[in-house]
């Protein structure tokens, strides 16, 4: 049959409590008689130890038991009260019971004294308290821990679930903008048209891939900002200007994928750009690995309609990637926002 056990700390309980319980219950019931010779010693403390351990797997059974009775976290105080009362009753006998067996047996240097038994008594209700105060310890930092998990495991499902729905933002908003110029430059001028369609189609093969990645490097940011800076070429050919200075060594920094697209297209939705009011976009970085979009200020006089997706959703990003917020800036001459890389 196998034995009750209440967690996989017994063992280690029993190597520590029980060796002391054993040792100083058969001096309180023996005194000074139990270190005196070889037989007592033995006999006394293979007979506590047999009885000693019978009434810690009892007790595992009564624990076991209550904890179905009372299985809930914040049920602790009951469960650890009704478990030291019966635990108690529990161990009171089997003190009880090895003080008669001493005496039945005769163990040399035993005297039937009901204080030493009264003190061996008292003793078990101690050491009863403090197994049960361990043992509610370790069920509650368990519980807390489990606890822990599960709160990690659904932040980190919600963080995932927020950071898929903001990069599926901006697919349609990309898109919906995309076909827009497109339909314009059709009754335009076709030629252009066709090369806008086919740039498209590279940079939407670039939005598929990222879509699967909380970050990607700057290089593969800026390589793909180059097929997009040509698709808005064909557009708004030389009113539009994009300037790129990264300093050698931060290629390889990291930040969430399309965050330049965006800025750029923040950029180029709200401003004029017209041949005689060229529109220039920087991209530098500077020694603390930050990367800076900025552009010359020239707001278009008529409100732009806005879902509010580009702005709002790198920040968003950063901060559920528990990065720094970017910072964005604004004078009377230029729009500047900074981005660490990671």
């Not at 606890?147 to 950071?163: I, P, R």
């Not at 969430?256 to 297209?265: D, F, G, N, S, V």
């Amino acid at each position: 049959m196998k034995l009750s056990a209440y967690s996989s700390y017994d063992w280690i309980l029993q190597l520590i409590v029980l060796p002391l319980y054993i040792s100083v219950l058969n001096w309180l019931l023996l005194g000074d008689a139990y270190w005196q010779t070889w037989a007592t010693l033995g006999v006394a403390t293979g007979i506590a130890l047999v009885d000693s351990l019978m009434n810690w797997y009892i007790n595992n059974s009564i624990a076991l038991k209550i904890n179905q009775l009372h299985p809930h976290p914040r049920d602790y105080v009951v469960r650890a009260f009704r478990r030291f009362m019966a635990c108690t009753i529990s161990s009171g006998l089997h003190v009880t019971v090895l003080f008669f067996v001493y005496w039945f047996i005769g163990l040399p240097g035993f005297e039937p004294e009901p204080l030493r038994l009264g003190l061996a008594l008292l003793y078990t209700v101690i050491i009863v308290a403090i197994v049960v105060i361990t043992y509610e310890s370790i069920d509650t930092f368990g519980n807390w821990q489990q606890t822990q998990q599960q709160v990690d495991t659904l932040s980190k499902a919600q963080l995932q679930a927020e950071l898929t729905s903001l990069r599926q933002q901006v697919n349609p908003h990309f898109l919906f903008n995309s076909l827009n110029s497109l339909t314009a430059l059709i009754g335009e001028n076709p030629q252009k048209a066709e090369t806008f369609a086919e740039e498209l189609s590279s940079v939407y093969r670039y939005l598929l891939r990222s879509n699967e990645c909380a970050l990607t490097p700057l290089a593969n940011e800026l390589e793909f900002i180059e097929s997009y800076y040509h698709l808005l070429k064909t557009r708004h050919g030389e009113a539009l200007t994009l300037v790129t200075q990264i300093r050698p060594g931060t290629e390889m920094r990291q930040l969430p994928p399309l965050t330049l697209q965006l800025l750029i297209e923040n950029a180029v939705k709200h401003n004029i750009i017209l041949p005689e009011q060229p529109l220039t976009i920087v991209l530098t970085t500077d020694e603390q690995f930050h990367l800076v979009v900025s552009n010359n200020l020239q707001r278009k006089a008529s409100r732009i309609l806005s879902n509010g997706i580009g702005l709002t959703n790198i920040l968003s990003k950063y901060q559920m990637l528990g990065q720094p917020i970017p910072k964005i800036e604004e004078d009377e001459q230029e729009f500047r926002v900074t981005l660490p890389l990671v």
